[in-house]
C-alpha cells in the first residue's frame, strides 16, 4: 500500500486547508486509516481517524471542532479538512493506514497503523 498526502501549502492565522490522502496497491483490505501531525523535537501527534466504512470518527484534543475527517472508500482516499487555523497547527502531516485483519491497539495511537505517507507540511503564519 502507497499513501501519498497532499494539500499542504503556506496559509494564515484563520485559514482554512484540506488535506487529501490517495492511497494505491492493496487497498481492498484498508482498515481505519488517519492523520498524524509532528514538529521538529516533538512526538507524532494524533490528529484524527475513520475506520472502512467512513464512521468510527474521532479527534485529537487540539482540533476537534475546527477539524473534520472524510473517507471516499471507493475512491481510497481520505480528506482532512482544517479550518480556523492557529501556528499551533503548523506541522508536517502524516496519513496513516491499518491493513487486515485490524488490530487492538487504540487508533490514536501511531503504532496502530503500518502503513504510512510521506508527510505534506502546513505552515501557519501569525
Known amino acids: 500500500v502507497q499513501l501519498q498526502a ?47 466504512r467512513g464512521a468510527g470518527i474521532s479527534y485529537g484534543d487540539s482540533v476537534e471542532g475546527r477539524f473534520t475527517i472524510s473517507r471516499d472508500y471507493a475512491k481510497n482516499i481520505i480528506h482532512l479538512q482544517m479550518n480556523t487555523l492557529t501556528f499551533e497547527d503548523t506541522a508536517v502531516y502524516y496519513c496513516a493506514a491499518e491493513s487486515f485483519p485490524p488490530n487492538n491497539v487504540n487508533p490514536s495511537n501511531p503504532s496502530k497503523y503500518i502503513h504510512w505517507g510521506r508527510g505534506t507540511q502546513v505552515t501557519v503564519s501569525s
Open 6 to 52: 497532499s494539500g499542504g501549502g503556506l496559509v494564515q492565522t484563520g485559514d482554512s486547508l484540506r488535506l487529501s490522502c490517495q492511497a494505491s496497491g492493496r487497498t481492498f483490505d484498508l482498515q481505519n486509516m488517519a492523520w498524524f501531525r509532528q514538529t521538529p523535537g516533538k512526538e507524532r501527534e494524533f490528529v484524527a481517524t475513520v475506520n472502512w
